[in-house]
């Protein structure tokens, strides 16, 4: 089975994303993206977290943004090494943006 990485940079959570998933794939919010994991989609969904996938965030971006004290528990962040790790337990990588 092949596994994606999908690598989030908008605050905007695109249509495509949700029919493309598959079994073992993993999200990365990174940049403006950290904040999905905070608001509910513009058309009324789930927050990012809410996805069928593993979530996890960059924590520089969260940190940026000032989001660290309201972060969801269930979300992981990740140091730039970890997200290298991430990548390479994934066949493949697809950035979004």
């Known amino acids: 089975m092949s596994t994606t ?3 989030l940079f ?6 495509a994303l949700a029919r493309l998933w598959s079994p ?3 999200l990365l919010l990174a940049g403006a ?4 994991a905070l608001r509910a989609r ?8 809410a996805l069928p996938a593993p979530v996890f965030a960059l924590a520089a971006d969260v940190q940026a943004r000032g989001l660290g004290e309201r972060w969801p ?8 090494e970890d ?3 991430l990548v390479t337990r994934h066949d ?3 950035s979004w943006s």
Not at 10 to 15: F, G, K, Q, R, V
Not at 33 to 36: D, F, G, H, K
Not at 73 to 80: H, I
């Open 10 to 15: 908008s605050a905007e959570l695109p249509p």
């Open 33 to 36: 993206a950290v904040t999905l």
């Open 42 to 49: 513009p058309d009324g969904g789930q927050p990012a977290t």
């Open 5 to 7: 990485l999908h690598i």
């Open 24 to 26: 073992g794939d993993s």
């Open 73 to 80: 528990a269930g979300t992981p962040l990740l140091e730039a």
């Open 83 to 85: 997200w290298v790790r």
């Open 92 to 94: 493949k990588s697809l």
